[in-house]
C-alpha cells in the first residue's frame, strides 16, 4: 500500500496548557543513561560491590603479602661429640642473626623437624664430621642448609676467592602488591561487566520493563548503548579508586599513561559488557542468569592470573589462558601500569579483548530477547 | 470515522502446540472505547499484545490506522500508549524521572508535569516508584502511556487487583482521553468494567471472538433483558432432570433456562408475563416456593449463557 492511499490518521488534541515539546534524537539515549546512573547510585548494594570490596580486597591482600624482613630460619643441633663445635661456630659468624638454634637429642631433634619446626637438622657424621638433615622440598629448608653451610665454613675460617658484596631490593614495582593491583582492576572490570549488564538486562526482562521499552519508540541501540555507556562511567570511577589507593596507601609507581590506562580499561569493559550481554541474551531468570556467568567466569578467575602468575600453568594450555579476555586484561593493565609498555605493544591483547567483545556483541543482537 | 485497529483472522500458536489466539477480527473505530472479556487464559493478552506489535502473530493481518508492524512499525509506536499487565517500572526512580524517561523516547511528548497532574500523581511526582501504593503504581503506568500524546490506548486488565475508589479514578481517566478524541482498547474480566466503560464489546473464549457488540445490545440480544431465579420446594432441583427443567422453558416469554448453585434462572424478556405462570405452575404441582428474585439481566448471563460457565472461574 502506498503512502497516498493510505488512510487519513485523525488528529487528536489532549486539552493541554503546554504546548506539546520536541525530543531530539539522543533524547532517549541521554535519559537511559541518566536513568541507569540515578538507578546505580540508589542502590547501595550495587556501591560497595562496585567500589567498596575491590578497595578492601586490595587492601586486605596488600596488607597480608607485604614485604617483611627475612624470617630466621630454624636451626636444631642434635647434641653429641661431633656436634659440640657446631654451635659457638654458629654464634660466632656474622649471619648469626640469621640463625634460631636449639640443641636437643636425635629423637626430639627428628619429631620437631617432621613437625614443621625446624627447617634443619645437624646430625654427626658417622665420619667424624656433620652432617646436614633437610628437606628439599621445602624452600625455607634449603634456604637454612645453604646458610648453615656458609656461616660455618665462613666462621671455621675458609677464605672466598671471589670477591663480592649485595644490595638489597624491595622497591615499588616489583612487589606483590604492585602485581595484585592491575590483576584486581581487571577482575573488578570482569564482575562489575558481567554483573551490571546481565544482571540488570534479565532483571528488567523479567519485570517486562524490556517489553514496555520495545513497546515504545525507543531506539533499541540506544538502550544497548545507554547501557555500555554506564559501564564506562563506572570503569572510569573503578581505575581510579584502586590506582589512587595503590598509589596512596601502598607507594606504587604508575608508569604508563592514564589515557592508555584509561583506554585498556574501556576496551575491558566493553568486552566483558559484551560477554555480560551474550550471557544474559535469552534468560528469563536471575537464577539461570546467575549460574551461566558463574560458568563463564569460572575460567577466568581461575586461570587469568588475576592473584598469581599463570606461568606456573603447564605449557600446553598457556596459549588457551592467553585467549582469555581477562588475562588480555589483566596482562595489558600490568605492562602499561608497571611497565609503561605503550599501547602500541598491546596489540595483540586489544586484538583478544576486541574479538571476544564484537562477536559476543554481534551474537547478542542475534539471539536477544526482548520480551 | 477511520478504522483505528483491524486484524483479520489472527492466529498465534505457542510452540506449534498451544492456540492462544484462533482466528480473531475485529475493527475498532476511532474514538471508540472497545473492550476484550474474558476470563483469563482466553487469549486477551496475546491479542492485544499482537495488535501493539510486541509479539509476531502465527498468521493473519494486523493494521493500525491503515498501517502493517512490517512496514512502519516506528512510526507507529508514536501512536500507541500501552500499559502492559504487570509492568514493574524501576522502584529506584522517582515518579517523575519514570515519566520523564518515557517521554523522552518519543518525538512529541506531553509535558510530565501535565500528565503527573492530570492522574492525580503530582505530591508523589519525587518519590521512589517503589514507594507507591497499587493504585499509584497502576495510574503510573497509565501516565507512562499518556505522556507520549497518543491516538490510541491499550490497556491490559488496567484495574485488576485495585481498590474500588482506584478503579473508578482510572475510568475517569480512560472517559477523558476518549472525549478528547482517542481510541482505547482495553482487556479485563471485570463484568462492570466493560459495561460502564466500553462502547462496544467482544468476548472472548478459547483464543475467538463469541460475541461482540455494545454492552445493551449483547445483554438484549443473549441475556435476555431480565432473569428471574427461583427455587422451589418438595423436590430439589438441583436432582431434577433436563425435562423438568425444560418444563420451565414453556413459561410465557421465558427465552432459556439454566440451573445454578441450586436454582433456576429464567431469563426472560416481559417478566411480568412470566411471574403469574409461574406461580401458577407451581401451585399445579403442590409444591413451596422458596425463593425468588428478579434483576436486569447483565453481561455475566450473556457469558454464562454462551459457554456455560461463570466469567472468574479458572
Redesign the interface.
Given at each position: 500500500?502506498s503512502v497516498a492511499?493510505?488512510?487519513?490518521?485523525?488528529?487528536?488534541?489532549?486539552?493541554?496548557?503546554?504546548p506539546?515539546?520536541?525530543?531530539r534524537r539522543w533524547?532517549?539515549y541521554?535519559?537511559?543513561l541518566m536513568?541507569r546512573m540515578?538507578?546505580l547510585k540508589?542502590?547501595p548494594e550495587v556501591v560497595f560491590w562496585v567500589f567498596v570490596f575491590p578497595l578492601l580486597l586490595a587492601l586486605g591482600l596488600g596488607i597480608a603479602f607485604r614485604n617483611k624482613p627475612a624470617e630466621a630460619s630454624s636451626v636444631v643441633i642434635v647434641s653429641a661429640g661431633e656436634t659440640r663445635e657446631a654451635e659457638p661456630l654458629l654464634q660466632r659468624s656474622p649471619q648469626h642473626a640469621l640463625f634460631k638454634i636449639d640443641v636437643l637429642d636425635a629423637d626430639a631433634a627428628r619429631k620437631g623437624f617432621r613437625l614443621g619446626k625446624y627447617d634443619l637438622v645437624i646430625e654427626p657424621d658417622a665420619g667424624g664430621g656433620l652432617r646436614y638433615r633437610y628437606d628439599p622440598a621445602r624452600p625455607e629448608s634449603v634456604l637454612a642448609r645453604a646458610e648453615v653451610d656458609d656461616a660455618l665454613q665462613a666462621a671455621a675460617g675458609r677464605k672466598d676467592v671471589v670477591a663480592t658484596s649485595v644490595v638489597t631490593s624491595s622497591e615499588p614495582g616489583s612487589r606483590y602488591i604492585d602485581f595484585l593491583i592491575p590483576g584486581l582492576l581487571g577482575m573488578n572490570l570482569m564482575n562489575s561487566g558481567m554483573w551490571g549488564i546481565g544482571f540488570a538486562l534479565v532483571d528488567m526482562r523479567q519485570?517486562?520493563?524490556l517489553?514496555?521499552?520495545?513497546?515504545?519508540?525507543?531506539r533499541r541501540s540506544d538502550f544497548l548503548l545507554a547501557l555500555m555507556s554506564s559501564r564506562l562511567v563506572l570503569m572510569i570511577i573503578e581505575i581510579a579508586l584502586l590506582l589512587t589507593l595503590g598509589v596512596i596507601v601502598f607507594h606504587m609507581k604508575v608508569l604508563g599513561s592514564l589515557f592508555s590506562i584509561l583506554l585498556l580499561g574501556a576496551a575491558g569493559a566493553l568486552c566483558f559488557g559484551g560477554v555480560g550481554l551474550v550471557t544474559a541474551s535469552r534468560a528469563q531468570k536471575i537464577e539461570s542468569v546467575s549460574g551461566l556467568m558463574n560458568l563463564v567466569m569460572m575460567p577466568m578467575w581461575i586461570f587469568s592470573g588475576v592473584f598469581f602468575s599463570y606461568e606456573r600453568f603447564p605449557a600446553v594450555i598457556q596459549p588457551l589462558i592467553k585467549a582469555l579476555p581477562l588475562t588480555a586484561l589483566t596482562d595489558a593493565l600490568r605492562t602499561s601500569i608497571l611497565e609503561g609498555t605503550p599501547l602500541i605493544h598491546q596489540w595483540p591483547r586489544l586484538l583478544v579483548m576486541f574479538l571476544w567483545g564484537g562477536i559476543s556483541f554481534a551474537l547478542a543482537l542475534r539471539w536477544f530477547r526482548w520480551? | 470515522m477511520p478504522v483505528a485497529i483491524q486484524c483479520r483472522d489472527l492466529r498465534k500458536t505457542y510452540d506449534g502446540k498451544v492456540e492462544a489466539v484462533r482466528g480473531l477480527n475485529l475493527e475498532i473505530q476511532t474514538g471508540e472505547c472497545f473492550g476484550l472479556l474474558g476470563p483469563n487464559g482466553a487469549g486477551k493478552t496475546t491479542t492485544i499484545e499482537i495488535l501493539e506489535g510486541l509479539l509476531e502473530p502465527t498468521s493473519g493481518e494486523v493494521s493500525i490506522f491503515g498501517h502493517s508492524w512490517r512496514e512502519n512499525a516506528r512510526q507507529m509506536r508514536e501512536w500507541l500508549g500501552i500499559s502492559l499487565q504487570e509492568t514493574r517500572l524501576s522502584e529506584k526512580l522517582s515518579v517523575r524521572e519514570t515519566v520523564e524517561l518515557f517521554a523522552s523516547f518519543y518525538r512529541e511528548p506531553r509535558s510530565s508535569d501535565e500528565v503527573l497532574e492530570q492522574l492525580q500523581l503530582t505530591e508523589k511526582a519525587d518519590a521512589w516508584v517503589g514507594k507507591l501504593s497499587g493504585g499509584q503504581r497502576q495510574r503510573l503506568a497509565v501516565a507512562t502511556a499518556l505522556v507520549c500524546n497518543p491516538k490510541i490506548l491499550f490497556l491490559d486488565e488496567p484495574t485488576t487487583g485495585l481498590d474500588p475508589q482506584s478503579r473508578r479514578q482510572l475510568w475517569g481517566i480512560i472517559r477523558e482521553f476518549q472525549r478528547a478524541g482517542g481510541t482505547v482498547l482495553l482487556t479485563t474480566h471485570y463484568m462492570d468494567e466493560a459495561e460502564r466503560l466500553c462502547d462496544r464489546l467482544a468476548i472472548v473464549d478459547h483464543g475467538q471472538i463469541i460475541a461482540d457488540g455494545s454492552p445493551p445490545d449483547l445483554i438484549e440480544r443473549l441475556g435476555g433483558h431480565h432473569v428471574v431465579e427461583f427455587a422451589v420446594g418438595a423436590r430439589a432441583v438441583g436432582n431434577s432432570d433436563g425435562a423438568s427443567l425444560e418444563a420451565w422453558r414453556g413459561l410465557p416469554s421465558v427465552e432459556s433456562v439454566r440451573e445454578e448453585d441450586g436454582m433456576v434462572a429464567l431469563s426472560v424478556k416481559e417478566p411480568h408475563l412470566t411471574i403469574p405462570a409461574l406461580l401458577e405452575a407451581v401451585g399445579k404441582q403442590g409444591s413451596e416456593l422458596q425463593h425468588l428474585t428478579t434483576r436486569q439481566a447483565s453481561l455475566e448471563d450473556v457469558f454464562v449463557r454462551l459457554t456455560g460457565r461463570h466469567l472468574r472461574e479458572e
Open positions: 500500500m492511499e493510505q488512510t487519513q490518521i485523525p488528529e487528536k488534541t489532549i486539552p493541554g496548557k503546554r506539546p515539546r520536541r525530543n533524547s532517549g541521554r535519559h537511559l536513568a540515578l538507578e540508589r542502590e519485570r517486562k520493563l517489553k514496555r521499552f520495545v513497546g515504545t519508540p525507543m520480551t | -
